[in-house]
């Protein structure tokens, strides 16, 4: 079984630009795990609560400031596989209208999957 969680927007300051760690701006998270046949029971104490796989992100993200996104979703991906029962993770992580691009809008992103 699959869970996901797609765009979930969490503030943080991460990037190698002073701007980016002292404004900060929003991140989008895809988050995509195999739980396995967990909640097919139909009790939430058997599954993995995406309310918690969402705490946990937030917490990560809260920790410290991170200057590369894929340091970032490595430890998202450390951080769910120690924390739940899964098979695999998949984590992206988006930022929307990077500074120092020099475009008008674009969106830079990272994708790790790895397994537990």
């Not at 098979?87 to 209208?97: D, G, L």
Request: net charge negative; with cysteine; hydrophobic share 45%.
């Amino acid at each position: 079984m699959i869970l996901e969680l797609e765009g979930l927007a969490i503030f943080g300051r991460h990037g190698v630009l002073e701007e980016e760690r002292r404004d900060g701006q929003e991140f989008l998270y895809d988050i995509r795990l195999d739980v396995g046949d967990a909640g097919a029971s139909d009790r939430i104490e058997d599954a993995v609560d995406y309310r918690e796989v969402a705490d946990c992100v937030r917490e990560v993200s809260a920790s410290r400031s991170f200057n590369l996104i894929e340091a970032l979703a490595q430890a998202v991906a450390d951080a769910l596989l120690e924390r739940f029962p899964v098979r695999s993770v998949r984590v992206q992580v988006r930022k929307t209208n990077p500074a120092g691009v020099g475009a008008r809008y674009a969106i830079v992103s990272v994708e790790l999957t790895t397994s537990g």
